[in-house]
């Protein structure tokens, strides 16, 4: 089955602007997770969703956002770009519960200049 | 909340031997452990879980043990082959909470 799609792959951005970010899970799949990562953080947690629900947050700023949709689809959102904000942009979708495998796309790789 | 340390930024080893990565976790609480295994340019892939009511769990050439007295886990992986190059992170779970992620060491395998 195909596994948990994300797009873009790679993209570019300027300080001050604001990027969509999209997460197709697992067929099935209706819990969906957004990770940053970066070097010097490692993979940190930013939002779960399920079923069209926000279920937990992390410690990151209100600039952060996301949503899902009835499809189990889901989009985050980064406003007013900060230079700090590249990263690479991991969804992970599983079945139900966070305590079950996590499955992870290749992740959207962001750059702001 | 729950913290997960880094022993070892990076191991290097030669192929044929045996691997082991460590990991430990402040929460005495946590009750579920993943170690996932990330490629260049791809996302983590689960390799391997273990709960908090057992101390050991095998799978193919992968073997993860959990100490739960000191909250330290390990995998330790039989006859590494250049092909488990790779950064390796072990994740947590406390409850019906989030995963948190250790910040992976990276394993280089040599001919």
């Known amino acids: 089955k195909a596994g948990v799609t994300q797009t873009p792959r790679y993209l570019i951005k300027t300080r001050g602007q604001q990027v969509t970010l999209s997460c197709s899970p697992i067929s099935g799949h209706r819990s969906v997770s957004w990770y940053q990562q970066t070097p010097g953080q490692g993979l940190q947690f930013l939002f779960e969703?399920?079923?069209?629900?926000?279920?937990n947050k992390g410690n990151f700023p209100g600039r952060f956002s996301g949503r899902q949709f009835s499809n189990s689809r889901s989009e985050m959102n980064v406003s007013t770009l900060e230079l700090g904000d590249s990263a690479l942009y991991l969804c992970?979708?599983?079945?139900?519960?966070?305590?079950?495998?996590?499955?992870f796309g290749e992740g959207s790789r962001l750059t702001v200049l | 909340g729950e913290s997960v340390g880094l022993h070892l930024p990076t191991l290097s080893v030669q192929e044929g031997d045996n691997s082991i990565i460590n990991c430990a976790y402040s929460n005495s609480a946590s009750d579920y452990f993943i170690w996932y295994k990330q490629e260049s340019g791809k996302g983590p892939q689960f390799i391997i879980d273990i709960r908090s009511n057992m101390d050991k769990r095998q799978g193919q050439r992968v073997t993860v043990l959990l100490n739960k007295t000191v909250k330290h886990l390990s995998l330790q992986i039989a006859a590494t082959q250049p092909g488990d190059s790779a950064v390796y992170f072990c994740a947590v779970l406390s409850g019906y909470s989030t995963l948190t992620f250790g910040k992976g060491t990276m394993l280089l395998v040599s001919p």
């Open positions: 992970a979708s599983s079945l139900n519960r966070p305590d079950g495998e996590l499955f």
């Open positions: 969703y399920f079923s069209e629900t926000q279920r």
